[in-house]
């Protein structure tokens, strides 16, 4: 059983533009819920996470909108840059272990 | 602050063969880490998780014999892939946790395993 789906699984997108991946989970038990950027041949870095007892976070240009109701989440990139082209994936579990999405590969157009 | 660090980058090893892998958390004591494999172009999948001092929780599916996992230290875990076969070959990637409430799991590099 696939614990989170991701979605889209390729996004391409403007500069400036806004890049949108949404997660979806099953877990009720589910407390932590991070993003991860990875580029070719390396591992994935940490971007940003976020816990159910708050509906967002910001940091600089990414955005977690979390929707507890809905067991969903998304990743919202303002102002996207070529630079950030890269595979993102998110994670949804707790401190012991978490299962991470399938990936989706964005490609900023300059 | 939060690196991981992960020896070697790449190897190479002969079919019927052990490798090791090295993972270390340089500016923190990790006392969980987590190893990962991934395909080319697929998402992670965890293998075990590596406790110090204890022994490492494996995933359903696999083989605690093959995939050697030794948590020694607070900065070192080893995952040792035992008479290596060719699909073996994969991208294996630790994980460490920083300690304290505001845990976080930080990434090492990844390490390139291609049997021959």
Not at chain 1, 17 to 40: H, K, M, R, V
Not at chain 2, 47 to 65: F, H, I, P, R
Request: aromatic share 12%.
């Amino acid at each position: 059983q696939q614990q989170v789906k991701q979605s889209p699984q390729s996004l391409i997108v403007q500069k400036g533009g806004i890049s949108i991946i949404n997660c979806a989970y099953e877990n009720t038990a589910f407390d932590y819920f991070p993003w991860y950027q990875q580029f070719p041949g390396k591992g994935p870095a940490l971007l940003i996470a976020i816990r159910p007892d708050v509906s967002e976070k910001k940091e600089g240009r990414f955005t977690i909108s979390f929707n507890k109701s809905a067991k969903q989440f998304s990743l919202h990139i303002m102002d996207s840059q070529p630079g950030d082209s890269a595979t993102y994936f998110c994670a949804a579990g707790n401190f012991n272990k978490f299962y991470f999405g399938s990936g989706t590969k964005l490609n900023v157009k300059p | 602050g939060a690196v991981v660090s992960q020896h070697p980058s790449w190897v190479i090893c002969k079919s019927g063969t052990s490798v090791k892998i090295e993972c270390r958390s340089l500016d923190f004591q990790a006392t969980t880490m987590f190893w990962y494999r991934q395909f080319p172009k697929q998402s992670l999948m965890l293998m075990a998780t590596s406790n110090e001092g204890s022994k490492a929780t494996y995933e359903q599916g696999v083989e605690k014999d093959k995939f050697l996992i030794n948590h020694a230290s607070l900065t070192l875990s080893t995952l040792t892939v035992t008479s290596a076969h060719p699909e073996d070959s994969s991208f294996y990637i630790c994980s460490a946790k920083t300690p304290g409430l505001a845990s976080e799991q930080y990434f090492g590099p990844g390490t390139r395993l291609t049997v021959t």
